[in-house]
């Protein structure tokens, strides 16, 4: 069956390291993959798209991996900060299908 | 300048009661989405619509039943409705593969 998994439910780290979250996926052949960060009371909000054929992709501080031969994509936040906490969700597209499926999401906490 | 809004942000009510939420965006999108949100924050879609017409509709039971009057709004009505319907309901639209939330509904059933 298909699965996404962000196999962090929580997150816990200093101020000032780099924040690396994991999204897994199963039995899907997504033509891209996505990151949102949703923050309490708050709808997801669009941070990156990483398209099948792209390696890396950047954003001033924030970095997305996406290897398609083990099924995973890496989120990384540098120089992390405390208003980086949020819970961070992974999304890919179910293709023929017009429509995204969202992992259940790491929830990351960045201490001072 | 709000891009994706909804009403009620939180709706209280009895079992077995009606209700309905409402959705509008002003991006100009074409598509536009219900999802759910349950206690352990897993976003799962209920429905899509592509300028007014059903595209997505995903074994949601028939309680629900959306309603789009122009490409802008899609509202969602519930019928009879159940404790389990207790959840945050967000509305989304989509250009270019991003997708577009609304701030979301907290639904609390009695």
């Known amino acids: 069956s298909q699965k996404i998994e962000q196999n962090s439910e929580a997150l816990n780290i200093q101020e000032g390291k780099t924040a690396t979250l994991t999204c897994n996926y199963t039995?899907?052949?997504?033509?891209?993959l996505q990151w949102y960060r949703q923050d309490p009371g708050r709808g997801p909000v669009f941070l990156l798209l990483i398209r099948e054929n792209e390696k890396e992709k950047r954003k001033e501080r924030l970095k997305v991996t996406f290897d398609t031969t083990l099924k995973q994509s890496l989120f990384h936040i540098t120089a992390s900060q405390p208003a980086d906490s949020a819970t961070y969700l992974c999304?890919?597209?179910?293709?023929?299908?017009?429509?995204?499926?969202f992992g259940s999401g790491t929830r990351l906490s960045i201490r001072p | 300048d709000t891009a994706v809004s909804q009403t009620p942000k939180y709706l209280v009510t009895q079992m077995g009661n009606d209700k309905s939420i409402k959705c509008e965006q002003n991006l100009g999108h074409d598509t536009m989405y219900w999802y759910k949100q349950d206690s352990k924050k897993f976003l799962k879609i209920m429905f899509s619509?592509?300028?007014?017409?059903?595209?997505i509709n995903e074994t949601v039971p028939n309680r629900f039943s959306p309603k789009s009057p122009d490409k802008a709004h899609l509202n969602l009505h519930i019928n009879s409705l159940e404790l389990g319907d207790s959840a945050v309901y967000f509305c989304?639209?989509?250009?270019?593969?991003?997708?577009?939330f609304g701030p979301g509904t907290r639904l609390t059933v009695l």
């Open positions: 999304a890919l597209d179910e293709v023929g299908a017009s429509k995204i499926i």
């Open positions: 989304a639209s989509t250009s270019q593969d991003t997708q577009y």
């Open positions: 619509y592509n300028n007014k017409e059903l595209i």
């Open positions: 039995n899907y052949s997504p033509a891209y």
